[in-house]
């Protein structure tokens, strides 16, 4: 509780203490107990907005890559990539980034960006915003091999790390289910958009994604966790490079 709101129940119990009339003591314990339901309401509100920014200035703050969705064992070839860098020109080359990149072989390969989340009230269902830029030099409005390389982005979480699991094929599959390649949101996922920057694209463009005013509702592990994340899920057979600038996520 702030010092702001102790003075102020402090103030009430003074001025309880002081009276020497039934009616003015019994008005003033009233108060008292609104004063202190309120100031418990506040404080209970207060504490259950988490918000979190990330500029990756000097360096990942947290975040990692996750790649799933193409044969075990062929990262080189799939090029898949993950690191801590700047923005590529025409773009501020002094601005801090994470870039990661993958060519996509498969016709399905799932590229994503994720972090722990700790602290969370356990087994609590919280509206989550995501408000995200990136730099992307995707086309829109193109056709590509596989699909178009104008891919949807999502962002979402789940209350346990994201996981590879190998079928019976050698394949690497996720231990969560995305409808990003069919353009769909689920629980688990939403959809916020394409990486698209314009027709006839070439140069890496600024780009801003997010969900406000539509949160996606995420649910907290026992241990008050969740692991956020973003991405995409592609059916472009081709390579496909983001630049994350900054990350700003509201959990309420």
């Not at 209350?159 to 050698?170: A, L, V, W, Y």
């Not at 394409?194 to 997010?210: C, H, K, P, Q, W």
């Not at 692991?227 to 309420?252: C, Q, V």
């Amino acid at each position: 509780m702030s010092k702001l709101k102790s003075k102020v129940i402090l103030y009430a119990m003074h001025r309880f203490a002081a009276s020497n009339n039934q009616g003015v003591m019994n008005k003033l314990l009233f108060v008292v107990f609104i004063v202190f339901a309120m100031l418990f309401a506040c404080d209970k509100d207060d504490n259950s907005v988490r918000d979190f920014a990330f500029n990756f200035k000097t360096d990942n703050e947290g975040w990692r890559s996750f790649f799933s969705d193409y044969p075990e064992g062929s990262e080189a070839a799939f090029e898949l990539g993950f690191t801590h860098t700047t923005l590529p020109a025409p773009l501020d080359t002094n601005t801090p980034a994470l870039k990661i990149s993958g060519n996509n072989h498969s016709d399905d390969l799932l590229s994503f960006i994720y972090r722990k989340i700790e602290g969370l009230e356990p087994g609590k269902t919280y509206a989550v915003t995501f408000d995200v830029q990136m730099a992307s030099n995707a086309p829109t409005n193109s056709i590509g091999i596989g699909g178009s390389p104008d891919l949807a982005f999502g962002v979402g979480g789940i209350p346990f790390e994201p996981s590879n699991t190998t079928d019976g094929d050698g394949w690497l599959r996720p231990n969560f289910k995305s409808d990003l390649q069919s353009r769909l949101s689920n629980d688990t996922l939403q959809m916020v958009g394409t990486i698209g920057v314009g027709e006839d694209a070439s140069d890496y463009v600024l780009i801003n994604r997010n969900n406000n005013g539509a949160p996606v509702m995420l649910t907290s592990n026992n241990k008050g966790e969740l692991w956020l994340m973003m991405g995409t899920d592609s059916g472009f057979e081709g390579a496909t490079t983001l630049y994350y600038t900054s990350i700003r996520i509201k959990l309420d």
